[in-house]
Antibody, heavy 118, light 110 residues
């Protein structure tokens, strides 16, 4: 079955770059589905970061666009996220998810908590 | 401030029925599929149901979704204590080209 597993450092210093990986299993990421990053700040709701298709089509939340890079590594079957110049406001649980129809996320990882602190 | 508007909380007794509303605009709910997610305490969200007839295996038909114009509703019949969770609506905004979510509704089964 489809499984997604996020990984990365749990602590990042302010102004540095947050880098996360999502290992995908159960299907090949070049088979046609968009993969996305979504985050949830402590006690808050869900915020879409962006998504990518193996064709190269990419969407990014305008509020984060200048700081976000999303990429795929088809050889490793995984998804990556880079978020530059982080601040405390970027402290959140970061989820990767597979999209079906636009805006419908059928499969989610369990999430990884990233704290931004010196 | 979430793009979609949900009530912060709803409550009902076991066995009763409850609905959770989700309000948006013509550029999101009015133009795209609406999905609902359930999040148990300490867990990640998972898809509950969407109005493109997507219902993951294991989700009972006690859960239903409806949409009218720029609003959507999640219906839950025969409430069980295990239904206590946070529920989020989501959709795609064709003007912003982003996925948008509601702020979440905490369901309490009294």
């Amino acid at each position: 079955q489809v499984q997604l597993q996020e990984s990365g450092p749990g602590l990042v210093k302010p102004s540095e770059t947050l880098s996360l990986t999502c290992a995908v299993s159960g299907y090949s990421i070049d088979s046609g589905y968009y993969l996305a990053w979504i985050r949830q700040s402590p006690g808050k709701g869900l915020e879409y970061i962006g998504s990518i298709h193996h064709s190269g089509s990419t969407y990014r939340n305008p509020s984060l666009q200048s700081r976000v890079t999303i990429s795929l590594d088809t050889s490793k079957n995984h998804l990556s996220l880079r978020l530059t110049s982080v601040t405390a406001a970027d402290t959140a649980v970061y989820y990767c998810a597979r999209r079906g129809q636009p805006g419908v996320f059928n499969f989610w990882g369990q999430g990884t908590l990233v704290a931004v602190s010196s | 401030q979430s793009v979609l508007t949900q009530p912060p909380s709803v409550s009902a007794a076991p066995g009763q029925n409850v609905t959770i509303s989700c309000s948006g605009t013509t550029s999101n709910i009015g133009s795209s599929y609406v999905s609902w997610y359930v999040q148990l305490p300490g867990r990640g969200p998972r898809l509950l149901i969407s109005d493109d007839d997507e219902r993951p295996s294991g989700i009972p038909d006690r859960f239903s979704v409806s949409k009218s114009g720029t609003s959507a509703t999640l219906g839950i019949t025969g409430l069980q204590t295990g239904d206590e969770a946070d529920y989020y609506c989501g959709t795609w905004d064709i003007r912003l080209s982003v996925a948008v979510f509601g702020g979440g509704t905490k369901l309490t089964v009294l």
